[in-house]
């Protein structure tokens, strides 16, 4: 089926309400488990990525999550890997912002690291898309190559300089790693504060197989939190972008700094959110393996009842919440598939 057949979307909206009453009004969406950085903390180096057969095409990703917002999404996040590499992504986002258009969709945004958004900025605005998060964990040349293996910091920034002029808001996400970034927090928060931007720091979470032992990278954010409290008033705010981020404001640099704490404070009992892998598979949970295969739903007919019950079947089994675990007893990880798997 042809994107540009997909019939509009009549609102009102209907809802998804999984088991435990909470309103599932965001999607996340994984278009490629491809990525051009190999974040050690995320990948191993030698990495065997899916076969391109295995993918959803871009029309079958519209259909899928236009197929969602009739149901009620109302915010799409568009992941990886990393989402700009996926081949002819701009058809597929371009598609999307119909939804937008239409006032279906609240907002459409992305997950990068950065290194395409030079190129592709421009476009992303004039498709509606107003906020972008690129992830960015050291702002040391030499440190960021060795901890994304091939990333070049220089053409992330010039990506972030093109995004803001574009007039897209960016938001800066940092995983915090013991003894890797630890010491430079405080600064690459005033940096981002410096330029308009907010930042999220993220605990490391048990995901697939990599290179290195998570146990000598996790580094608590109760730990890091209390150490900023020495030189920064920390206030914490109500403000939401729909994820799992607790917000604090600063009072030194006037930014907003948000927490995501899968490990010391996990974020379930607020969680609005599901997660579709780029080959159609969801999952309910990121920390839990139960998943349930909508591609089989969505090529079974042109028609989206089968899809729509697929749909309902797995939000109606979705847990409470995660167990993510990190010690020297259990090493392996809590969840076997990589985070670009399921989309960062």
Known sequence: MQASKTQPINLPQSSMIDPFGRTIDYLRVSVTDRCDFRCVYCMAEDMTFLPKRDLLSLEELDRLCSVFIEKGVRRLRLTGGEPLVRKNIMHLIRQLSRHIRSGALEE?????????????????????????NVSIDTLDPEKFQAITRWGKLDKVMRGIEAAEAAGLHVKINTVALKGFNEQEIPEMMRWAHGRGMDMTVIETMPMGEIDADRTDQYLPLSL?????????????????????????????????????????????????????TCTGTLYMCLGQDDAADLREALRASEGNELLSSAIDEAIGRKPKGHDFVIDRRTRRPSVSRHMSVTGG
């Open 224 to 276: 890091l939190r209390a150490s900023l409290e020495h030189d920064f008033t920390l206030t914490d705010i109500p403000f939401k972008t729909g994820g799992p981020a607790r917000y604090v404001e600063v009072a030194e640099t006037g930014g907003r700094l948000g927490f995501i704490t899968p490990m010391t404070h996990n974020f379930c009992e607020s969680c609005n959110r599901v997660r579709i």
């Open 108 to 132: 459409l945004t992305l997950t990068s690291n950065g290194s395409q958004l030079e190129r592709f900025a421009g476009e992303l605005a004039d498709c509606g898309v107003r906020r972008i």
